[in-house]
């Protein structure tokens, strides 16, 4: 009975993860062509920034919600839920707001500012859009939840891309990005309100004592998930500034590769670390087989599917301008496929609130990460594929890195 809700809970979190996936290959598909490399560039780079922040707001309240919310009494659940909301509004707030200030003085000009601040703010609701999910999840609606997904993902995507490419305007991009969110952001709200139950009053949004009260308990979930991030994203931020604007470009485009290959992760972690923490308390914890068999099915096909369809992808997707990126196809997939099996103990780490040795292990990644290009660069030129080299490298040490804390602490 347990594996087939697991698996119903799977294929419903799973679906919204693929209608997430193919809009936004959509989108990237149709500015790529719209924008050209160094604009696509541009873009990738705020929305990446964007993406960051909102990982960063999250303060590892994804973790804490799928550990807390899964089973207590009512009430207990719904001080938990106003506990997390403060916290997190505030922290939204605080961070865009720093976002904004930042796009002001290191935008290409002012015009792009149109575009930069929506794009910013759409990103803001989408943070909160997942933060209310997680919140349905953990109280068993995924497939209520599955529905308002499609829509703050793939209409999103689909909508403003299209939108976009008949206009041939950025700013229309965001701005019907923004708007969709923001009717997503509302009714996705509702819903984890009925689930939770907890106060519809604004308040609750601006209770400042929880708020710190709740920052400083999760720090450590914070430091966790900020890690995880900065390691996922840390290529993008780095592509700008030692490769070209066509050849960042590029490779942005194949780091967008590796984020939608990646958003199977969520997906799991969301429907398999509440059975683990179910586990926990009975003091028996077992890898379930079906993560097992699909983080295998995953690991096996990402290096098959990248490395045949190296020169037709990048082609098909993004345009013929975008040709070169066939060079790191197979490394892409080689990355994906280790980000999926590190996930075994990755997912077992959090639910032993094992933080602080994930945390250790990320910023030591990031490092290795800023090592390797400076070596790398100091001895000759620097290009796509060894910056695709250097991530790949450092997705073996986490693997390893993850197998070894599990092994002496689980």
Same mark, same amino acid.
């Given at each position: 009975m347990?594996?087939?809700?697991?698996?119903? #809970?799977?294929?419903?979190?799973?679906?919204?993860?693929?209608?997430?996936?193919?809009?936004?290959?959509?989108?990237?598909?149709? *500015?790529?062509r719209m924008l050209g490399p160094a604009g696509f560039g541009e873009f990738t780079?705020?929305?990446?920034?964007?993406?960051?922040?909102?990982?960063?707001?999250?303060?590892?309240?994804?973790?804490?919600?799928?550990?807390?919310?899964? =089973?207590?009494? =009512?009430e207990n659940i719904k001080t938990e839920g106003e506990r997390l909301i403060a916290a997190k509004s505030i922290l939204v707030g605080i961070l865009?707001? *720093?976002?904004?200030? $930042?796009?002001?003085? #290191?935008?290409?000009?002012?015009k792009s500012l149109y575009w930069i601040i929506p794009l910013l703010i759409a990103c803001a609701f989408a943070t909160l859009i997942d933060f209310f999910g997680v919140m349905l999840r953990a109280r068993g609606s995924y497939q209520n939840e599955a529905l308002r997904s499609f829509f703050a993902t793939f209409v999103a995507s689909v909508g403003s891309a299209t939108a976009g490419y008949f206009t041939n305007s950025l700013i229309v991009v965001c701005l019907v990005m923004l708007v969709v969110r923001m009717l997503v952001l509302y009714y996705q709200f509702l819903a984890a309100k009925y689930a939770v139950g907890f106060e519809s009053k604004i308040a609750i949004f601006f209770d400042i004592r929880r708020a710190a009260k709740t920052l400083r308990s999760g720090f450590k979930f914070a430091v966790d998930g900020g890690a995880v991030q900065l390691l996922t994203n840390i290529d993008v931020l780095i592509a700008k500034y030692v490769l070209g604007s066509?050849?960042?470009?590029?490779?942005?485009?194949?780091?967008?590769?590796?984020?939608a290959a990646l958003s199977g992760l969520p997906v799991l972690s969301n429907v398999f670390i509440p059975?683990?923490?179910?586990q926990k308390k009975t003091g028996i914890v077992k890898t379930p087989k079906l993560m *097992?068999?699909?983080?295998?099915?995953?690991?096996?096909?990402?290096?098959?599917?990248?490395?045949?369809?190296?020169?037709?992808?990048?082609? *098909?997707? $993004?345009? #013929?301008?975008?040709?070169?990126?066939a060079n790191i196809m197979p490394i892409i997939g080689l990355i994906v496929a280790l980000r999926y099996l590190s996930s075994i103990d990755g997912f077992k780490l959090i639910v032993f609130e094992k933080q602080k040795s994930r945390t250790f292990i990320h910023i030591a990644l990031v490092v290795f990460i800023f090592a390797a290009i400076s070596m790398l660069s100091i001895s000759g030129g $620097?290009?796509?594929?060894?910056?695709?080299?250097c991530i790949a490298a450092a997705a073996?040490?986490?693997?390893?890195?993850?197998?070894l804390v599990a092994m002496r602490s689980i």
């Amino acid at each position: 009975m347990r594996l087939s809700r697991s698996f119903w #809970n799977l294929l419903a979190v799973g679906g919204t993860t693929a209608s997430r996936l193919i809009g936004v290959l959509i989108l990237y598909s149709l *500015l790529a062509r719209m924008l050209g490399p160094a604009g696509f560039g541009e873009f990738t780079y705020w929305y990446t920034i964007g993406i960051l922040l909102a990982a960063l707001s999250d303060y590892g309240f994804a973790q804490q919600i799928l550990i807390r919310l899964v =089973s207590d009494s =009512s009430e207990n659940i719904k001080t938990e839920g106003e506990r997390l909301i403060a916290a997190k509004s505030i922290l939204v707030g605080i961070l865009f707001i *720093l976002a904004i200030v $930042f796009s002001l003085f #290191n935008s290409s000009d002012h015009k792009s500012l149109y575009w930069i601040i929506p794009l910013l703010i759409a990103c803001a609701f989408a943070t909160l859009i997942d933060f209310f999910g997680v919140m349905l999840r953990a109280r068993g609606s995924y497939q209520n939840e599955a529905l308002r997904s499609f829509f703050a993902t793939f209409v999103a995507s689909v909508g403003s891309a299209t939108a976009g490419y008949f206009t041939n305007s950025l700013i229309v991009v965001c701005l019907v990005m923004l708007v969709v969110r923001m009717l997503v952001l509302y009714y996705q709200f509702l819903a984890a309100k009925y689930a939770v139950g907890f106060e519809s009053k604004i308040a609750i949004f601006f209770d400042i004592r929880r708020a710190a009260k709740t920052l400083r308990s999760g720090f450590k979930f914070a430091v966790d998930g900020g890690a995880v991030q900065l390691l996922t994203n840390i290529d993008v931020l780095i592509a700008k500034y030692v490769l070209g604007s066509d050849a960042a470009g590029v490779y942005m485009a194949g780091s967008r590769l590796v984020q939608a290959a990646l958003s199977g992760l969520p997906v799991l972690s969301n429907v398999f670390i509440p059975t683990l923490v179910a586990q926990k308390k009975t003091g028996i914890v077992k890898t379930p087989k079906l993560m *097992l068999v699909a983080i295998a099915a995953v690991s096996m096909a990402s290096p098959l599917i990248f490395w045949l369809g190296a020169d037709v992808i990048p082609v *098909l997707l $993004f345009g #013929n301008d975008f040709s070169t990126l066939a060079n790191i196809m197979p490394i892409i997939g080689l990355i994906v496929a280790l980000r999926y099996l590190s996930s075994i103990d990755g997912f077992k780490l959090i639910v032993f609130e094992k933080q602080k040795s994930r945390t250790f292990i990320h910023i030591a990644l990031v490092v290795f990460i800023f090592a390797a290009i400076s070596m790398l660069s100091i001895s000759g030129g $620097f290009s796509e594929t060894k910056l695709a080299l250097c991530i790949a490298a450092a997705a073996v040490i986490h693997l390893i890195g993850f197998r070894l804390v599990a092994m002496r602490s689980i």
